[in-house]
């Protein structure tokens, strides 16, 4: 009679390795669906221009419109919170653009603060990317999705922990960019 000895070692080896085998292959699934999810997130590209340096254009625009403006309307404004004081409301038309500012008197000096400013044209302070003709998907590729809801517009706001009135619109008609419009709240 010759009696095995192996085939118990051999089972156990074998349910070992098929244990082994298991584990590797749940690893290995692990392994790829993470590398799947990373592939995902980094696939989306990233803005190529800061909505920090485009508001730092609107400032621009804003500080000084145009050389010889179209027409500039004037109209006091009540200060809020000194009913003393009356503020002014300034708002420069120029060809294709128009600029409105607020002049709080209530500060030596008075203090400009802009805000609005609307393109209807294209601007030499904005990047060929980003001006009123360009289509709606050479926008999104630059700034990436918007971070605010307007069903007219392309909207992004200027800073996470600012106002929702603090806004970036790219107004969107037939996938063409027709105005641009920066809004800042004033208090």
């Known amino acids: 009679m010759v009696?095995?000895?192996?085939?118990?070692t051999v089972r156990k080896a074998r349910a070992a390795c098929t244990n082994r085998s298991q584990a590797q292959r749940w690893a290995l699934r692990?392994?790829?669906?993470?590398?799947?999810?990373?592939a995902g997130c980094a696939s989306r590209p990233a803005p190529l221009m800061r909505i920090e340096t485009l508001e730092d254009v609107g400032w621009r625009i804003a500080e000084r419109p145009c050389e010889t403006p179209d027409r500039v309307e004037r109209k006091p404004q009540p200060n809020?919170?000194?009913?003393?004081?009356?503020d002014e409301v300034i708002e420069t038309h120029c060809t294709g653009w128009v600029a409105t500012v607020y002049v709080a008197n209530a500060t030596q000096?008075?203090?400009?603060l802009p805000v609005g400013v609307q393109l209807t044209s294209k601007h030499p302070l904005l990047p060929e990317g980003l001006q009123v003709g360009t289509p709606a998907t050479k926008v999104l590729a630059q700034l990436g999705t918007p971070t605010a809801r307007d069903p007219a517009a392309l909207a992004y706001r200027m800073?996470?922990?600012?106002p929702d009135g603090?806004?970036?619109?790219?107004?969107?008609?037939?996938d063409k960019v027709t105005a641009i419009e920066w809004a800042w709240y004033i208090d």
Request: hydrophobic share 50%; no cysteine; glycine share 6%.
């Open 3 to 8: 009696v095995n000895f192996k085939a118990p």
């Open 30 to 38: 692990g392994t790829l669906l993470a590398l799947a999810l990373v």
């Open 80 to 86: 809020v919170h000194d009913p003393k004081v009356t």
């Open 109 to 112: 000096p008075p203090k400009l």
């Open 159 to 162: 800073g996470v922990d600012r």
């Open 166 to 174: 603090d806004m970036l619109r790219f107004i969107v008609s037939r």
